[in-house]
């Protein structure tokens, strides 16, 4: 940051010297400091040659999630009503898939799934239970599994619409009216 700084500066100053012939020697000495200072932060402060490097994953020590679907559209709902989906999915990868967590997008959705590793080939569940009270218009929620998959975070998500809930009392039901 402090590099991109100083260059922008030593830039600015240059193009101010090229504008302004009459103060071009101070300018120019100007300049010739700010290289200066520049090579020496560079000097103290070098790029690092040891960058950590990221090491692709033994795949024998892998689940991998295989879902029949990503995504579930529950379509247009009222508002109160609970919905519910059961998203299967097979590990296909060459390890005992273990799920770590499951966190949802808001409190207003639920997740639940297979506890236990689930064996290469076999099947597991992440259920979704989606409450739709206070929730009107487009909604999506999204639950974010971790687990020893590659990647390790994969989500899914429902969709739809919920309708507002709208007053059907008529006026003589509402109660006593203060005057």
């Known amino acids: 940051m402090k590099y991109l700084h100083l260059s922008a ?17 101070d300018q120019a ?3 010739a400091e700010l290289e200066q200072k520049l090579a020496r932060l560079e000097a103290a402060n070098p790029v690092p040659t040891n ?17 029949s679907e990503m995504e579930y559209d529950f379509g247009t709902i009222e508002e109160g009503k609970v919905v519910e989906h059961l998203f ?11 799920i770590s967590n499951i966190t949802a997008s808001c409190g207003c959705t639920s997740p639940d799934w297979t506890k236990t590793p689930v064996k290469p ?14 929730k009107a218009g487009a909604q999506a929620p ?8 590659s990647p390790n975070v994969t989500r899914l ?16 039901q509402l109660g006593p009216v203060k005057k």
């Open 9 to 25: 500066v030593a830039l600015g100053l240059v193009l101010m010297a090229a504008s302004c012939e009459t103060k071009k020697d």
């Open 157 to 172: 998500r429902m969709k739809g619409t919920v309708n507002a809930k709208t007053a059907s009392a008529a006026p003589n």
């Open 88 to 98: 299967k999915f097979t590990n296909d990868g060459q390890a005992p898939l273990v």
């Open 121 to 134: 080939g076999e099947e597991g569940f992440v259920k979704v239970v989606f409450n739709s009270a206070a």
């Open 29 to 31: 000495a100007k300049i």
């Open 142 to 149: 999204t639950v974010t599994i971790q687990a020893n998959t």
């Open 51 to 67: 960058v950590a490097t990221v090491e692709e994953a033994d795949p024998s020590t892998l689940g991998a999630f295989k879902f």
